[in-house]
Nanobody
Framework: QVQLVESGGGLVQAGGSLRLSCVAS????????MGWYRQAPGKQRELVAT???????NYGDSVKGRFTISRDNAKNTVSLQMNSLKPEDTAVYFC??????????????WGQGTQVTVSS
């Protein structure tokens, strides 16, 4: 099992910045990808950003150019720097980890989520 604990959410005005962090613990070997998803009320969970162990990153279209993901493999952490925040960024942000089990199977883990609220 992998446990993910997020920190850093909160309330910020539009145009401001926040930084989210997530630390993984447990059976963390073979974690291939770590990242962030978000879910706003009444909407589906959507990709924010992920980063593979080798460093390749992937961003959701709505956050490109504003958010930056970083990862410290030695410390088993992933962070998300969010700049130029907009009210539409308001959501619960979930840390995500994908672990390779076999060549055909992966396991997905989620944190409890942290609320980000952007006021206009």
């Amino acid at each position: 099992q992998v446990q993910l604990v997020e920190s850093g959410g909160g309330l910020v005005q539009a145009g401001g910045s926040l930084r989210l962090s997530c630390v993984a613990s447990g059976t963390i070997f073979s974690i291939e990808s770590m990242g962030w998803y978000r879910q706003a009320p009444g909407k589906q969970r959507e990709l924010v950003a992920t980063m593979a162990t080798g460093g390749r990153s992937n961003y959701g279209d709505s956050v490109k150019g504003r958010f930056t993901i970083s990862r410290d493999n030695a410390k088993n952490t992933v962070s998300l720097q969010m700049n130029s925040l907009k009210p539409e960024d308001t959501a619960v942000y979930f840390c995500n980890a994908e672990k390779t089990l076999t060549i055909f199977n992966t396991a997905t883990y989620w944190g409890q989520g942290t609320q980000v609220t952007v006021s206009s």
